[in-house]
Each structure stands twice: as C-alpha cells, then as structure tokens.
C-alpha cells in the first residue's frame, strides 16, 4: 500500500509540538506519522513583537513504495494558517481574508472557509481520464494570499497531472479575496487545502 498523510501540529511558545493530528485513509500511516512528528526535538519558538508565539504547521508525508520494495517518504513543510480565528486570539494578525460577500458576516473566517468549500463543490469537474482509470486521490493545494488579495505561489501535491491541472483550473477561477491586515496594513498570507477526489 501507498498512501499520503496530512500531518497538523503546533510548535507552542516554549518550542514544544503539540496537539499534532493527522489524517488519511490507512489508520498505520496516521500512527506512523504522529510518532514521527512526536521525535521532533523542541524548536526554538517563533516571536511577535519580541514575545514567543505559537505558530501552526502542516506536514505532508508521502508514503512511496521504491521497486525495490524498500519505503521511500517525502516530507514537504508549510506554515499552515488552518485558523486564521486561532492566530487572531494571539494577537497575530487583526482580520483574516474575506471571500466576497463575507464582508458583513458575524464570523468572517468561517464564511471564507464555507465559501471555498462550496466554490469546490459547485465548479469541481473529475477528470475523465481519471474517472475511467477508477483513480482516487488527496489532492493538498498551498497557496498564498497576497496583500492585494491575490493568489500566489500556488502549489499542489497529487501523484496525477489531471488532478492537479482541475485543481489549478479551480483554484485559478476563485475570485480575488479581501487580503488579511495586521495593525491596520494589508499582509500576505499562506492557506491551504485539502481536495478529494472520490469515486462513489
């Protein structure tokens, strides 16, 4: 078997991983990939204003069968901003993205992140190739959302091109968000997402 696991975790303010949760569809691989994450030595914590923070990061883990049936695993690190709300309590940032429309919505973060989920459900087309190959696959998107609200420095993890091409096409027609501040000036961004593609 082959498999990727998406691995969330926080590296709190003394530098220490915490609350580390991990996703897939093999129960082995998420248990493997927490006990990894869990040997990480304690980082030197990230700061704001001269002061220790927690800081949000998400690790996806390839697992990859060579030909020589030995286990080869990739590891591709992104600070991961999965809730703009949680940083917003520790004095991170002052307003996260606003997907159009959400302007005047009483939990702006939440309404962005419905408003992408329903954007994907209501444009995502599967891929035929892949429709007719049976293919199923976690498709991870990393994006960044500048200070003009624009994406940027896109990229997405899938081990098919018609994956990820679908997943650029939607990603590509999203419309041009509100962009973040922090003391009252626009600031990038990084977001994430995880797209599946299932067959019924």
Do not use: H
Not at 57 to 71: H, K, N, Q
Not at 130 to 155: C, H, M, P, Q, T
């Amino acid at each position: 078997m082959e498999g990727q696991v998406q691995v969330v975790f926080k590296i709190d303010a003394k530098g220490d991983v915490q609350d580390i949760k991990a996703q897939s569809s093999n129960t082995e691989f998420e248990a493997e990939a927490k006990r990894i994450i869990g040997l990480l030595p304690r980082f030197i914590p990230g700061t704001k204003n001269g002061e220790a923070v927690a800081v949000p990061y998400a690790v996806p883990i390839s697992f990859r069968l060579e030909s020589t049936g030995e286990v080869a695993t990739q590891t591709q690190i992104r600070t991961r901003v999965e809730s703009v709300e949680k940083i917003s309590t520790r004095k991170k940032i002052d307003k996260g993205p606003i997907y159009p429309g959400c302007e005047s919505a009483e939990d702006e973060f939440a309404c962005f992140n419905q408003s992408i989920q329903q954007y994907i459900i209501d444009n995502i087309k599967y891929p035929e190739s892949a429709k007719k190959e049976g293919a199923e696959d976690r498709v991870l998107v990393y994006f960044l959302i500048s200070k003009s609200g624009k994406r940027e420095n896109i990229r997405i993890q899938s081990r098919r091109q018609d994956f990820e091409e679908e997943v650029k096409r939607l990603i590509d027609g999203m419309p041009q968000f509100s962009p973040a501040e922090m003391e009252g000036e626009p600031i990038p961004i990084p977001y994430s997402i995880p797209i599946d593609f299932r067959l019924n």
